[in-house]
């Protein structure tokens, strides 16, 4: 999916393998290099950053930030932290996700997810409003998206209509000064729990 994703971005398939590997080499136990284009212990050591990878999860984003071959993706999608999370289950919730997302996690065509996106969101096109008409089956779905059948079936554990976690973001305003707080709830207990929380600036917003 990784790959996917990258190829979508305009990277070309082997950079795309060898990035996805790199990510992957992160947070694996051992420090061996099965994938060219990768990067393991001794690449880091050549690049001048001795202990890395840290061969352990990613604990943020900004951590993602200190993979070697990262810049690439950054060239690449300059907003590519909008595309992930680090607390979900490994799901792509399709009642939620963007149209691009879909579409290159599922190898729909991009016009198909879009519609079906647009489907989601209900008569007034605007998400998470009382219109909104959620999507039902996995296989409704993949239908829609002219993505069903063959080796895209094996997709379907990776998908979900309804995610674990919820980003909620508001932004509060005092004066001229405005403020967003973004949080990601985690609902996988049954009783919605915040895993992180955080203070983001609002465009225009004065500072106090």
């Given at each position: 999916?990784?790959?996917?994703?990258?190829?979508s971005?305009?990277?070309?398939?082997?950079?795309?393998?060898g990035?996805?590997?790199?990510?992957?080499?992160w947070?694996?136990?051992?420090?061996?290099?099965?994938?060219?284009?990768?990067?393991?212990?001794?690449?880091?050591?050549?690049?001048?950053r001795?202990?890395?990878?840290?061969?352990?999860?990613?604990?943020?984003?900004?951590?993602?930030d200190?993979?070697?071959?990262?810049?690439e993706?950054?060239?690449?999608?300059?907003?590519?932290?909008?595309?992930?999370?680090?607390?979900?289950?490994?799901?792509?919730?399709l009642?939620?996700?963007?149209?691009?997302?879909i579409?290159?996690?599922?190898?729909?065509?991009?016009?198909?997810?879009?519609?079906?996106?647009?489907?989601?969101?209900?008569?007034d096109?605007?998400?998470h409003?009382?219109?909104?008409?959620?999507l039902?089956?996995?296989e409704?779905?993949?239908?829609?998206?002219?993505?069903?059948?063959?080796?895209?079936?094996?997709?379907?554990?990776?998908l979900?209509?309804?995610?674990?976690?919820r980003?909620?973001?508001?932004?509060?305003?005092?004066g001229?000064?405005?403020?967003?707080?973004?949080?990601?709830?985690?609902?996988?207990?049954?009783?919605?729990?915040?895993a992180?929380?955080?203070?983001?600036?609002?465009?225009?917003?004065?500072?106090?």
């Amino acid at each position: 999916v990784l790959e996917r994703v990258f190829v979508s971005w305009g990277l070309s398939l082997a950079d795309a393998q060898g990035i996805a590997a790199t990510l992957m080499y992160w947070t694996d136990a051992d420090d061996v290099k099965r994938r060219p284009g990768s990067a393991e212990k001794l690449d880091y050591e050549h690049l001048g950053r001795p202990g890395m990878p840290l061969n352990r999860p990613f604990r943020s984003l900004d951590e993602v930030d200190l993979a070697a071959r990262v810049d690439e993706l950054r060239g690449a999608k300059p907003d590519w932290k909008n595309w992930f999370t680090l607390r979900g289950s490994g799901q792509l919730d399709l009642n939620s996700a963007a149209a691009e997302v879909i579409a290159a996690a599922t190898e729909a065509a991009l016009e198909n997810a879009r519609r079906l996106v647009s489907a989601r969101n209900g008569p007034d096109g605007l998400p998470h409003t009382p219109d909104d008409e959620p999507l039902q089956t996995l296989e409704e779905v993949m239908a829609l998206l002219g993505a069903f059948g063959g080796a895209n079936t094996e997709m379907l554990p990776r998908l979900t209509l309804e995610g674990q976690t919820r980003h909620v973001e508001s932004i509060g305003t005092a004066g001229d000064a405005r403020c967003g707080i973004a949080l990601v709830v985690d609902m996988g207990s049954g009783e919605p729990r915040i895993a992180e929380w955080r203070e983001f600036p609002v465009e225009g917003a004065a500072r106090p």
